[in-house]
């Protein structure tokens, strides 16, 4: 969960990697690095800082570093702490630099050989075991792509990685085995990096590697082959993606425009989509109408707040839809050897379509023998899009605060859209039917706009949190996955304890956790299921919980010292998941706030999860 960027240009790279880093440090952040030809000296010159990009910047600016060709990386710590010695670049003698995004899974065994070469580790990382198995090859070859090409032949695992060399100082060799790896095309210069965001400032014209593929790159030429040498043709791209689009504009944390960018980003999902009250098949691809035929049961795969997002899916599909769905964390349905039926859709859902596990499940529900897939997916030329059979892509933007916000809230929406389908084709839903939850889809813009106007009151009742280190979340029915969700974003960016439990649960042990500092969160929309959460709730109330509570007005409970009541009006029942994630959200920025965290930026977490 790295991130990875090079260039080779006519002119100084340094800014640009350095302002490429700071658009990719939301895939990690423990430490950062470059390393660039010394044209003067023609050989390596590097600088390592751990912390933030911002740290690696005021080290460069004191060295006055320049280099038309350069590689840099910000790391998320998978082999090795977060130090000095384990940041990337990894050098090689001199010789070689390297930076990796993945996990090589026969580092050890690579390792001694490579001791028994005479070769000395200096970190406890694999990525000097790239570094140094390039070496080894480029001492027989003299040629820095055979030697990358002989190195990657030997890895097992996942990988990108970018490399530079001062015997071969005008070129920079990249490669890419299950983590993302774009190209970017300029005038006379050529870039690589992880993320099209962290290129936006300098080409909007993109080349995407495919697993396989070894690019060099030099001033005025690409080749692209694959690991066995054959020369590969990958098509160009024109990014629409904007470099305003990642700026933070007038809010003090990219969460907090994420949150605030929310009716937007369900318009922009809805747009072109939907037609005279119906939802367009069309919009999950050309042949979704024959790939969603003959559908009997639904299999959803993903990970963390996607996972949730699929768990509020499943009593959609089964009320709504009529047809059995499962939901199942994407690194457990890769090991459990599920029973595959070729009737049975699978969906997987994923923000940035590169979650490691997510990608490896969809592949073995195709091994297994499973139905079509199709991927929900925020970033169109990823690589979950690339291997399902269907997409929709959830149109939220740029998302690059660690916490997921709008994504969550699109995935639902677009999940909602799936279902219309799937009762039209197989549940019997009217057309009456339809047209009702389509326009409470078309209100749900209006909605969030109301939940966010509470942002002032929600900020002042998380003065609360502010010396508490435990909380609760409770759900009843589909508004169970959402505290789940609430209670997600609480541990991610405050590092309060936090855990959701379905409401009618509380008896069977988490009510002996319940006291007057233990503040208990609940969602409590007008629905079938309010006046069991109700007797729920006056359990927690007779042993001194205090009680926040969100619900449709405040006739749910009388507030008092120890209840509070925050009204979110009136909401369609079919919306009210999506309606309710907002005021969670908010919660859990602001009680952020108030600890002291790195909201963007939490310890420990990165935004795309690329490894297993």
Not at 15 to 25: A, H, Q, S, V, Y
Not at 191 to 208: C, E, G, K, N
Not at 494 to 515: F, N, R, T
Request: charged share 20%.
């Amino acid at each position: 969960m790295c991130g990875i960027i090079g260039a080779v240009a006519e002119r100084d790279v340094v800014p640009i990697l350095i302002e490429g880093l700071k658009r990719l440090e939301y895939r990690g952040y423990d430490s950062a690095g470059l390393a660039i030809i010394d044209y003067q000296s023609y050989g390596l010159e590097s600088q390592r800082a751990t912390g933030k990009v911002h740290d690696l910047e005021e080290k460069v600016k004191a060295t006055f570093l320049s280099s038309p060709t350069g590689i840099a990386h910000t790391r998320w710590a998978t082999h090795g702490k977060p130090s000095f010695e384990n940041a990337h670049p990894q050098i090689s003698r001199e010789t070689v630099a390297v930076v990796h995004n993945g996990i090589i899974e026969n580092y050890l065994k690579l390792r001694l050989q490579l001791e028994q070469r005479g070769y000395e580790f200096n970190s406890e990382t694999d990525t000097e075991v790239i570094a140094h198995q390039i070496h080894h090859y480029l001492q027989q070859s003299k040629n820095l792509y055979a030697a990358v090409s002989a190195a990657v032949q030997t890895l097992e695992g996942t990988y990108a990685i970018a490399v530079i060399s001062p015997q071969a100082p005008e070129r920079l060799v990249a490669a890419r085995r299950g983590s993302p790896l774009v190209v970017g095309i300029g005038i006379g210069e050529y870039f690589v990096a992880s993320d099209v965001a962290a290129l936006i400032p300098v080409t909007q014209r993109m080349i995407f590697l495919e697993d396989g593929d070894i690019v060099v790159l030099q001033r005025d030429q690409i080749s692209i082959t694959d690991f066995a040498g054959k020369p590969a043709k990958r098509p160009e791209h024109v990014s629409q993606l904007q470099a305003d689009a990642v700026e933070r504009g007038e809010y003090r944390h990219y969460m907090l425009k994420e949150i605030f960018e929310q009716p937007g980003a369900v318009t922009d999902t809805l747009e072109g989509r939907v037609h005279d009250g119906r939802v367009l098949e069309a919009a999950f691809g050309p042949n979704a109408p024959r790939l969603l035929e003959n559908i009997e049961a639904v299999q959803i795969i993903a990970c963390g707040t996607s996972y949730h997002a699929g768990l509020v899916a499943r009593y959609w599909i089964e009320t709504l839809a009529k047809l059995p769905c499962v939901v199942e964390i994407a690194s457990e349905f890769r090991y459990r050897q599920p029973l595959a039926n070729p009737k049975t859709l699978v969906v997987t859902l994923s923000q940035s379509g590169e979650t490691a596990d997510t990608l490896a499940a969809s592949g073995e529900a195709k091994r297994l023998g499973f139905g079509p897939s199709l991927a929900i997916c925020n970033v169109p030329e990823s690589s979950l899009v690339r291997a399902s059979d269907m997409v929709l892509m959830t149109h939220a933007g740029p998302e690059i605060g660690v916490a997921s916000t709008k994504a969550f809230t699109t995935q639902l929406m677009s999940l909602l859209m799936l279902t219309v389908i799937l009762g039209r084709r197989h549940g019997g839903m009217t057309a009456e039917v339809e047209k009702t939850i389509v326009a409470a889809m078309f209100s749900l813009p209006q909605r969030l706009e109301r939940v966010l106007a509470l942002n002032e009151q929600i900020e002042q009742l998380a003065q609360q949190f502010a010396d508490k280190r435990h909380a609760l979340f409770l759900g009843r029915g589909i508004h169970y996955p959402i505290a789940m969700e609430g209670a997600l974003k609480l541990k991610e960016i405050s590092y309060i304890h936090a855990e959701a439990y379905p409401a009618g649960e509380l008896k069977h042990g988490p009510l002996a956790l319940v006291d007057t500092e233990m503040p208990v969160i609940a969602v409590a929309p007008n629905d079938a299921l309010q006046e069991k959460l109700k007797s729920n709730l006056q359990e927690v109330h007779a042993r001194g919980g205090q009680l926040l509570i969100f619900a449709n007005h405040r006739a749910i409970m009388q507030p008092s010292d120890y209840i509070q009541v925050i009204e979110l009006g009136e909401v369609e029942e079919v919306i009210s998941p999506i309606v309710y994630t907002i005021p969670l959200q908010l919660l859990a920025y602001h009680v952020a706030l108030i600890k002291g965290t790195d909201v963007d930026q939490p310890r420990n977490l990165a935004k795309s999860v690329t490894v297993e």
